[in-house]
């Protein structure tokens, strides 16, 4: 167990749909990571969050957001979903630059 | 662009053999280069790390090789054992820490008894 928690573990929503995904930071933890994992895409980074401000973005769509609250818990926001979204989206967290713990992901249908 | 190129997609090894997967990138700002092992319905977990500074670096059966002048890195895994068996991916970061991991593809490793 890494200690990052997420939320909800399976989501089947429908094309034109929003969803949120939750993740709690293992304790300690100020950076926050989200990841995208895809068959044909593979692991690809998409938003770092540290202590609330946004450090980097990586390959995220316009329709996707992230925010990071004061009690250090995230939520990535997809928007107007599509097909090509279905995806396993992990959760990361890391107190220092190097050690990165992923959580178990959340896996994402869009039918 | 692919920035990390990882090889090969898909290895057998036999158990107590050594199974070697390869990686190389492309960005020089890279400084920092992890891989993880994947086992399935889970996420990615922390094997074994490196920086540039170094040429090699061992945790147990778990080795990293690293050439920075070729822009290359392997991971060497002694004694492979079924346990072993899980997809690995490289990855690479630009220093600072603000980026996140730019993964390879991964490499599908299965143990045989």
């Known amino acids: 167990d890494s200690g990052v928690t997420q939320t909800p573990k399976h989501l089947i929503t429908a094309t034109g749909q929003r969803v949120t995904l939750r993740c709690s930071p293992r304790s300690g933890d100020l950076s926050v990571y989200w990841y995208q994992q895809s068959l044909d895409q593979g692991l690809q980074f998409l938003i770092h969050y540290y202590n609330g401000e946004e450090r980097a973005k990586g390959n995220i769509l316009e329709r996707f957001s992230a925010q990071q609250f004061p009690d250090l818990h995230s939520e990535l926001n997809l928007s107007s979903l599509e097909l090509g979204d279905s995806a396993l989206y992990f959760c990361a967290s890391s107190v220092g630059e190097d050690t990165i713990y992923f959580g178990e992901g959340s896996w994402l249908t869009v039918v | 662009q692919q920035q990390v190129k990882q090889s090969p997609q898909s290895l057998i090894v036999q158990k107590g053999g050594i199974s070697i997967i390869n990686c190389a990138y492309e960005?020089?700002?890279?400084?920092?280069f992890p891989w993880y092992q994947q086992f399935p319905g889970k996420g990615p977990a922390l094997l074994i790390a490196?920086?540039?500074?170094?040429s090699e670096k061992k945790e147990g059966r778990f080795t990293i090789s690293f050439n920075k002048s070729a822009k290359q890195f392997s991971l060497h895994i002694m004694d492979s054992q079924p346990g072993d068996s899980a997809t690995y991916f490289c990855a690479a970061r630009k220093g600072g820490g603000a980026d996140g991991l730019t993964f390879g593809k991964g490499t599908h490793l299965i143990i045989q008894p």
């Open positions: 960005n020089t700002a890279f400084d920092y």
């Open positions: 490196i920086r540039p500074d170094v």
